[in-house]
């Protein structure tokens, strides 16, 4: 089967298992309620989000108009000394003014019920005449209905009120609160106790104003719903100008309820809409000559989440007529939706790994809530929260089902593969489905050699078994410190292991790493070898040698067996290097162009410029020192490079003079001093014939 053909059927395995995912949530949704509570957050998230993207389409001034019955209406002279609940001569009043001055109807949201007349002093009905002019009022508007008195499943106005206002006259007070205590939809009808259907407010003004709609009306605004126009009551009673009064009220539906604080207060689904804290206002004084500015009461601050009630009604007037309520969009949409959504959040879940998997859904689930906010917009509710469910639970499920069924064959290809190649190699296989390719690549990368030493001795003195289980116990740790760093072991060549840093995977600061690498495998060997000399059993020390250079990387080998590796020149200068340790005494010997690299991180002693096999040239090694950086050390490095500078030029004995002097010094580089003691006394006893400050190596 060819590779092309295998990958089109991986497609469709996993595109199948996301569709199947998919479906699945889709049939849940279809049997399962809405999450009511999530949905009720993202609705009015959807209403602030609107007002937020697209701005706000201001609620209109031309049909409703809201009186308040604020502070101010109860301190003035004209009703301080009356209960609010004897309010009807004043309530008689304000409708008759109202419907002579052109308003549609007045919609009264209180419950009117205590009767005046039933006050008895002394066998004496004192106030039975006190509600005649608003009972007068009712008996004319019986039949037209204009004026609405409210009432709830359990409280009904005064008896004589209700009777003389008759069914016309009379609506339901209640709306129901949603999730989270918020109505975001207003009913125009609702049930008695007795589950008998009554119009509400809401439904009244509707019929009154000729709209006959369904049953339910949808509250999300284009805008704060406090910002429908609103009047305190008292400056309607004072006002005398027929011109104003007739523009305030004409042709509007009037709206008659309370607005104190924790009179009747609501959430509504512009909750989250961001409002301008309120303007000081001017209080008028209680002059009939300035009753005809008309004054917004106060009724919401701009941190407050709830509103008086008797702008829900109100509200649900204004959306049927002036086009803003919205219609729900039907179930094929919806679950189209889901599925879309379960598919997409199943499919990166399978495909990518669990962060970038995450994003994905995260964005997903944006722009599903997005696509609410758009509906909106056009004046569709697309209920969108069992769409935001599927994401998450088809990611979690399609990963599920990824491990189960469809990492199989990467565990298996992982647990094969993991031990010839690199780790990243075979995961660069797992994710393309590809087997790996002869071609190689270049690339800068460090070149680690690391050797045991004292391995051919130790060899003869323990027999074949233990050593292996010894020498098994040490390269472990080597490799784990290599691992540790980010480097790749490319292989073992029996007690010394070869490492790549910057490949397979690049490393921003893998000469570093690989130089800090080095130092802790010296540190680690000579911790196991210590321990183990304290126990009499065999112990190795170490030899690091480090080059840096550009390498062809790429998988050598046959088509039924490859070995990942890198091949050149710097491999060979590694390999010659790692044997320069024992020639000098150091643990770690690095080339020039790492040396290079790491300046400024190690005190770097030049040790000497070396010819090594298979080259024409030399090149400067270097001993990395991880010393604190001090005075004196610096010092005796300066001193080093001085006396190498003389050997160089040929003066071996001046040279030998200085290096005397410091290999008997408590510092890193006096094992090197005195290696180099001893080339100057070979040198300055048998002088070449043509000296270039070359030395060739001659490693243990």
């Known amino acids: 089967m ?112 205590y009767d005046a007349k039933d006050l008895q002093l002394d066998e004496d009905a004192p106030l039975r005449r006190y509600d005649d002019a608003f009972l007068k009022l009712l008996k004319s508007e019986r039949k037209a209905g204009r004026v609405v008195l409210g009432r709830s499943a359990g409280v009904l106005p005064a008896r004589r009120f209700r009777l003389i206002a008759g069914a016309r006259g009379i609506g339901m007070v209640e709306v129901p609160q949603g999730p989270g205590g918020v109505v975001r939809r207003v009913p125009t009808v609702w049930p008695d106790r007795d589950g008998k259907l009554h119009p509400t407010l809401s439904g009244r003004a509707l019929s009154l104003m000729g709209h006959e709609t369904t049953e339910i009306v949808t509250l999300l605004p284009p805008d704060a719903i406090t910002n429908l126009p609103i009047v305190s009551m008292i400056d309607v009673l004072r006002c005398g100008d027929v011109g104003k009064v007739r523009a305030l009220l004409g042709g509007k539906m009037l ?60 509200a649900a007037v204004d959306a049927v007529i002036a086009g803003w309520q ?38 997903g689930a944006g722009m599903v809530f997005l696509t609410s906010v758009a509906a909106l917009e ?72 690391a050797d045991l030493r004292g391995f051919t001795a130790a060899s003869e003195k323990v027999g074949s078994a233990d050593l292996m289980l010894v020498l098994n116990r040490y390269l472990d740790a080597m490799a784990s410190v290599i691992a ?55 112990s190795f020390g170490i030899k690091v040698g480090i080059a840096t250079g550009t390498a062809t990387l790429g998988n050598v080998g046959a088509r039924d067996r490859v070995n990942y590796t890198v091949v050149g020149e710097i491999v060979n200068l590694a390999a010659r290097l790692e044997g320069m340790p024992s020639l000098f005494g150091t643990p770690i010997v690095i080339g020039p162009h790492t040396a290079k690299a790491v300046e400024g991180r190690y005190r770097l002693l030049r040790i000497a410029t070396i010819q090594v096999k298979g080259k024409t040239t030399g090149d400067s090694i270097y001993a990395p020192f991880d010393d604190p950086e001090t005075a004196e ?68």
């Open 484 to 538: 540790t760093r980010g480097g790749y072991v490319d292989k073992f060549i029996g007690d010394a292991v070869m490492a790549i840093f910057n490949a397979p995977a690049h490393m921003d600061d893998h000469v570093h790493q690989a130089v800090a690498a080095g130092h802790e495998i010296a540190d680690r060997i000579g911790e196991m070898a210590r321990a183990d000399q304290a126990a009499g059993a065999v």
């Open 633 to 700: 050390l610096n010092g005796l490095i300066a001193a080093y490079h001085i006396a190498l500078d003389r050997f160089e030029a040929g003066m071996f004995d001046e040279a030998d003079a200085a290096w005397t002097k410091l290999m008997d010094l408590d510092w890193p580089g006096a094992p090197i001093a005195r290696a180099m003691v001893r080339e100057a006394r070979k040198l300055a006893a048998a002088p070449p014939e043509s000296w270039k400050g070359v030395l060739a190596a001659r490693p243990e």
């Open 255 to 314: 709206f008659l309820g309370g607005v104190l604080p924790g009179q009747d207060r609501l959430r509504a689904p512009d909750v989250m809409i961001e409002r301008a804290p309120e303007p000081p206002r001017n209080i008028e004084p209680d002059d009939a000559s300035v009753a005809c500015q008309f004054h917004p009461p106060f009724v919401r601050a701009a941190d407050e989440p709830t509103m008086p009630g008797v702008f829900i009604h109100a």
């Open 2 to 113: 060819s590779q092309s053909r295998a990958r089109l059927l991986a497609l469709a395995e996993r595109a199948g298992i996301a569709a199947l995912i998919a479906s699945i949530l889709t049939a849940i949704a279809t049997s399962l309620p809405a999450t009511n509570v999530l949905q009720g957050w993202i609705s009015d998230a959807s209403v602030a989000a609107r007002v937020e993207i697209i701005g706000s389409r201001p609620l209109t001034a031309d049909n409703v108009l809201i009186i308040g019955m604020d502070q101010r209406t109860l301190n003035s002279p004209e009703l301080s000394r009356i209960p609010q609940a004897m309010f009807s001569p004043a309530y008689a009043k304000l409708a008759q003014k109202a419907l002579d001055h052109g308003a549609r109807g007045l919609i009264i949201d209180v419950i009117l019920a």
């Open 378 to 449: 056009q004046g569709y509710f697309l209920p969108v929260a069992w769409a935001i469910v599927a994401g998450p639970v088809g990611f979690l499920a399609g990963y599920g089902l990824r491990i189960r069924l469809l990492d199989r064959k990467s565990n298996l290809m992982r647990r094969e593969f993991g031990r010839y190649l690199s780790p990243v190699l075979v995961q660069q296989m797992v994710d393309t489905g590809q087997l790996p390719q002869l071609a190689g690549e270049e690339r800068d990368v460090t070149v680690m050699f």
């Open 326 to 363: 919205v219609e729900q969009l039907g179930r094929v949409p919806v679950l189209a939706l889901i599925f879309l959504s379960g598919f997409m959040s199943a499919l990166v879940s399978i495909y990518f790994r669990p962060a970038l998997g995450i994003a994905a859904m995260t964005f």
